[in-house]
């Protein structure tokens, strides 16, 4: 994985293939740090309610976007 300080170059970039490769590393980066905030606040019993309203999403979005996981990631088999 990219340093963010690198990832940030990308980003800035004129060049338009690095600035797109950039914003699309941002983003698995982004998407792996929501799924393990999700899976820690689950761990420490928060609602799924409580979880979309941090995300700024409807309830039923996140759990079906982060559900499958969490449950993998509380009963251990950690991806």
């Known amino acids: 994985m990219e340093s963010v300080t690198e990832l940030a170059a990308a980003?800035?970039?004129?060049?338009?293939?690095?600035?797109?490769?950039?914003?699309a590393a941002l983003r698995r980066l982004l998407d792996e740090l929501e799924a393990l905030h999700v899976s820690n606040a689950r761990a420490q019993?928060?609602?799924?309610?409580?979880?979309?309203?941090?995300?700024?999403?409807?309830?039923?979005?996140?759990?079906?976007?982060?559900?499958?996981?969490v449950a993998s990631r509380i009963s251990g088999g950690q991806r």
Do not use: C, F, T
């Not at 980003?11 to 914003?23: C, F, K, N, Q």
């Open 45 to 69: 019993g928060w609602s799924w309610e409580a979880i979309a309203s941090a995300l700024g999403v409807k309830r039923q979005s996140a759990h079906r976007k982060h559900a499958g996981h």
């Open 11 to 23: 980003v800035d970039s004129s060049d338009p293939a690095a600035g797109l490769a950039g914003v």
